[in-house]
């Protein structure tokens, strides 16, 4: 399996412009993670999904973020508009249920978010 | 104060240590503990996990887990360079699959 495939690998954009992430999870995988990382914060859950419906999206900071996962197989995280507290590596990470223990989540090889 | 507590480091040690990496937390609630490792520019892989208390071993790696003391080690005995890389602790409530809580990380770097 190509495990999770995150696109692109790095994003370098203007204050003020959209950004789109894009994930496609394991094959088989149910449940779907995105995260962000920065050396302050460390790793942050933004939201997950299970069965393509989002289940906690506490950790999206603000309106500003938005995230779909319209099929099984592909998932967004949107920034509109992005400032410069956005920069970070943003990564996805799918699993799938395990019986008598708990998911592993598989992460992808991350999206590396520049805002100048 | 932060869930989960994690000397970020940096730690160097020299080839053949013994290392010694710890979270602390605070709420009661976890049950499962894992411990990712995540090398430079690339994206965290589970290294093992431990349900509720007690020990695991895997290979040059051990878990412990003290539940009474909210404390949660990874030793990795006779440690090679290949082992240099940031280690991640990471927490889950009993029956709520998904939201994991990690600590800061602890990046690792073994010398020749």
């Known amino acids: 399996d190509a495990g999770v495939i995150q696109s692109p690998r790095h994003e370098v954009t203007e204050m003020g412009q959209e950004v789109t992430l894009r994930c496609k999870p394991i094959?088989?995988?149910?449940?779907l993670f995105w995260y962000r990382q920065t050396m302050m914060r460390g790793l942050e859950l933004l939201i997950y999904?299970?069965?393509?419906?989002?289940?906690?999206d506490s950790g999206m900071p603000e309106d500003r973020f938005s995230a779909k996962m319209p099929n099984a197989s592909f998932s967004t995280l949107k920034i509109q508009p992005s400032e410069p507290r956005d920069s970070a590596v943003y990564f996805c990470?799918?699993?799938?249920?395990?019986?008598?223990?708990?998911?592993?989540?598989?992460f992808g090889p991350g999206t590396r978010l520049t805002v100048l | 104060q932060k869930e989960v507590e994690q000397d970020p480091g940096p730690l160097s040690v020299p080839e053949g240590a013994i290392v010694s990496l710890n979270c602390t937390y605070s709420?009661?609630?976890?049950?499962?503990f894992m411990w990712y490792r995540q090398y430079s520019r690339k994206g965290p892989e589970l290294l093992m996990y431990?349900?509720?208390?007690g020990n695991k071993e895997d290979g040059r790696f051990t878990a412990q887990v003290d539940k009474s003391s909210k404390y949660i080690s990874l030793f990795i005995r006779d440690s090679q360079p290949s082992d240099s890389a940031t280690y991640l602790c990471?927490?889950?409530?009993?029956?709520?699959?998904?939201?994991?809580?990690f600590g800061q990380g602890t990046t690792l770097q073994v010398k020749p």
């Open positions: 990470a799918s699993s799938f249920p395990q019986r008598g223990g708990t998911d592993t989540q598989y």
């Open positions: 709420n009661s609630a976890f049950q499962y």
């Open positions: 990471a927490m889950i409530l009993s029956g709520n699959t998904g939201k994991l809580i």
């Open positions: 094959s088989g995988h149910n449940s």
């Open positions: 999904f299970n069965n393509n419906v989002p289940i906690d």
């Open positions: 431990t349900y509720s208390s």
